[in-house]
């Protein structure tokens, strides 16, 4: 079914006039601490879309009308400030320490929010770069709370990641016979041990990725400080070995020239991964920022594939069936 004849289908069904647009704010009790959502739809019985910042700490409220421009008509957008993460660290701290384990209960508990907020069953699940290795853990453990699930630039093994970005980097100073960028490079330890090495692996990543402008060595410190445990947490993942199965759809959306998230690593996995349904996607001359540097397709593939492919009306409310 097109997505416009599905539209059709849920307004004749739930009747127009039952409806109303839906741009919300909400501060919501989760993991005992107060957290910042928003959701922004065309009307309240559409099917919901929950969002996964990368990071850590990478809040994407900036960036929500350029990523779910098109979705708010034909989803409920919800986008969700992380503990220690934008609005939600204005609101409160985090009095516990920042472990995987919290962030998984924390988004365990956001998407019971949601389903029982809205009455529903399901909701559709997208994860960007740390995100992804939150939303594995709940298409993982919870897959019946999902519709569909969409790794975009996906952790999949990426300690092994950083090492295959560290060789071809380290390949390209050797050639241009760049001796600091070789000293550099060599100094790196991998798992990341320090700021320092997380430093040299971004400055020379952001140069090779033709990017002109490398994130300031005290900006890097100052977030190695708060993240860099946890992320070497999600990092330590080996999805080959943990996940080799899911139980509800999956959908991976790459970019070609991701070396943060290799690209490579994400097509390896979604050939040995068993699903019920897969689906891999390809964008050309984009990287790590697939998001927002390609938002309009990104946007016309959940709309014109996912969710024909995966949306049934039993997991909305009674009142709207």
């Known amino acids: 079914m097109k997505p416009l004849t599905l539209l059709v289908a849920l307004l004749i069904a739930g009747g127009a006039g039952a409806q109303s647009p839906v741009e919300r704010e909400a501060v919501v009790t989760i993991g005992g ?13 559409l099917p919901l879309l929950l969002f996964l910042h990368g990071g850590p700490g990478g809040s994407m409220m900036r960036y929500a009308s350029v990523i779910g421009d098109r979705l708010q008509e034909h989803f409920l957008v919800v986008h969700w400030d992380q503990r220690e993460t934008g609005k939600t660290l204005e609101l409160n701290a985090s009095p516990s320490p920042l472990t995987l ?73 050797h050639y241009f016979e760049d001796n600091a960028a070789v000293q550099e490079l060599s100094s790196i330890r991998i798992p990341f041990e320090d700021a320092t090495d997380l430093y040299y692996h971004r400055k020379h990543l952001a140069t090779y990725a033709g990017r002109s402008r490398p994130l300031p ?10 993240w860099l445990p946890v992320f070497k947490e999600a990092s330590a993942i080996n999805l080959f070995e943990t996940l080799p199965r899911l139980h509800c759809p ?31 996607y390809w964008f050309e001359r984009v990287g790590h920022g697939l998001p927002t540097s390609a938002a309009e397709r990104m ?15 039993d997991a909305l409310p009674v009142d709207d069936r």
């Open 217 to 226: 060595r005290s900006y890097v410190k100052q977030w190695a400080q708060r």
């Open 250 to 280: 999956v959908y991976f959306l790459a970019g070609r020239n991701d070396l943060q998230t290799n690209a490579s690593l994400m097509e390896a996995y979604y050939q040995i991964l068993e699903a019920p349904l897969k689906k891999f």
């Open 101 to 173: 384990r919290q962030f998984q209960s924390d988004t365990e508990e956001v998407i019971e929010w949601l389903l029982n907020e809205y009455g529903r069953d399901r909701l559709y699940l997208a994860g960007h770069s740390w995100g992804t290795s939150l939303g594995f853990h709940i298409a993982k453990h919870y897959p019946e709370r999902l519709y569909a699930y969409l790794a975009i630039g996906a952790m999949i093994n990426q300690t092994e990641s950083e090492r295959i970005a560290r060789e071809a980097m380290l390949n390209h100073a």
């Open 33 to 45: 601490i107060r957290q910042y959502l928003t959701i922004n739809g065309k009307d309240d019985s």
């Open 299 to 313: 946007q016309a593939i959940i709309i014109e594939e996912i969710l024909p492919e995966t949306f049934e009306r």
